[in-house]
């Protein structure tokens, strides 16, 4: 028979991260609020404030005026009351920076790194440079650092953060959470830069007020990422969301995949340049200037983005569908008009249920999707075993 303890000091726990997941979410609340909300009593709800402004982690922000006309002081997060290590290994791209709980960085180190190399050295260069940071670092600041999320593209394992394959780095089966942890005595997130971008907009940027979104992700692949009440879904393998590689024709162009017809052979950044024998950067130079073929690739580009727009709209019903990635952050133009053109392809009665948005994080949306993970899990403490 399973045997449910009374634990006073879990129950506790799971007040104290409840409480602080709810001030993170709605931004300010009072206590009175919080009270009502949770169903719990004022005074225990004040004895667990007390210990979140003893830990620093939320502070006190003027006063609203309440129920019966009595003042209330509101709580928002501290987000000097705890900091982040965000890593973002890319391609083009690798950095690390130190995030602190509203997304804000503070320290921030853009890697001279090629990530086409084998694992180990890319690691090695990570932990050097990460070890660089944290040797700069007031103690104060080290003190408050909780953990580092890690994003790159690729199929990882979730919690383990084994690399399954990582296509553009030409890397397979690295358990990157064991070997970054081993080093540097920190615990290791890592997920995909497809989630992190979600999750981070989540946490910090335009979809705050959304429970239930997609994020569709268009670079040199294409993918996207999953979030239902909150909580971003991953399948069995954490491999949910992997539409780049849904067969859309049979007897299509080849995928990287080695397969025919994927959905990512229409529209990604790769596969328009292989269709125009011409670097990215030349096709929109073309499509601005109205050439015939460029203006062709690229509606029809635009076509499909819509048919996906509208799959994901019918598998997950969404609120919101987040259009983003390196190929829509450099060249918008691939998402103009795409409501209408998506609005010809959703079926009638979802026509108006779901937003088409931008991605509100403009600059090194990488690192802080990296250190959202970590920011996810802090707040999902109530939820684990102590
Ligand atoms: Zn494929």
């Known amino acids: 028979m399973f045997n449910m303890r009374y634990d006073q000091k879990r129950i506790r726990k799971y007040h104290y991260f409840l409480l602080l997941s709810l001030i ?3 931004k300010k609340m009072s206590r009175t609020e919080l009270a009502k909300i949770t169903n719990m009593s004022n005074t225990t709800v004040g004895k667990i404030i007390k210990e979140l402004l003893e830990d620093g982690l939320v502070k006190e922000v003027g006063q609203v005026v309440g129920d019966l006309g009595r003042r209330a002081t509101l709580l928002k997060i501290n987000s000097e009351g705890a900091y982040i290590i965000g890593v973002e290994i890319n391609l083009d791209h690798s950095e690390i920076a130190v995030v602190s709980l509203n997304g804000t960085i503070v320290k921030r180190r853009i890697l001279n790194l090629n990530a086409n190399q084998s694992p180990e050295t890319v690691l090695n260069v990570i932990i050097l440079e990460t070890k660089e940071i944290i040797s700069e670092m007031s103690t104060d600041l080290f003190d408050k650092i909780l953990a580092i999320g890690v994003n790159l593209p690729g199929l990882i394992t979730w919690p383990e953060g084994k690399v399954l394959v990582v296509p553009q780095f030409h890397w397979r089966e690295v358990n990157i959470k064991e070997y970054i942890e081993k080093e540097l005595n920190f615990v290791v ?7 992190t971008e979600l999750l981070a907009e989540h946490l910090y940027g335009g979809l705050t007020n959304y429970e239930n979104a997609v994020c569709l992700y268009i670079g040199s692949g294409v993918g996207s ?12 393998d954490n491999m949910l969301g992997e539409i780049g590689h849904i067969t859309i024709d049979p007897n299509g162009d080849l995928c990287d995949c080695g397969r025919l017809g994927c959905l990512q ?16 950067r030349e096709i929109f130079t073309a499509y601005e200037l109205r050439e015939d073929w460029a203006v062709r690739l690229i509606n029809q580009a635009r076509l499909y983005i819509g048919l996906a727009i509208s799959n994901i709209s019918c598998i997950y019903n969404p609120e919101a569908i987040l259009i983003t990635g390196p190929m829509v952050r450099q060249y918008p133009q691939i998402t103009k008009d795409i409501e209408k053109i998506a ?3 959703v079926w009638a009665p979802l026509k108006t249920s779901y937003k088409l948005v931008k991605p509100s994080i403009e600059e090194n949306s990488g690192v802080i999707g990296a250190s959202a993970i970590v920011l996810k899990e802090f707040l999902r403490f109530s939820n684990d075993d102590i």
Not at 189 to 195: H, L, N, Q, S, V
Not at 225 to 236: D, I, S
Request: aromatic fraction near 10%; glycine fraction near 4%; include cysteine.
């Open 343 to 345: 609005e010809n392809y």
């Open 265 to 280: 052979t229409f529209f990604c950044s790769s596969s328009l340049e292989k269709k125009a024998q011409k670097p990215l």
């Open 24 to 26: 993170q979410k709605h």
């Open 225 to 236: 990422a999953v979030m239902v009440n909150g909580e971003l879904v991953r399948g069995h």
């Open 189 to 195: 997130y890592i997920d995909t830069d497809t989630r």
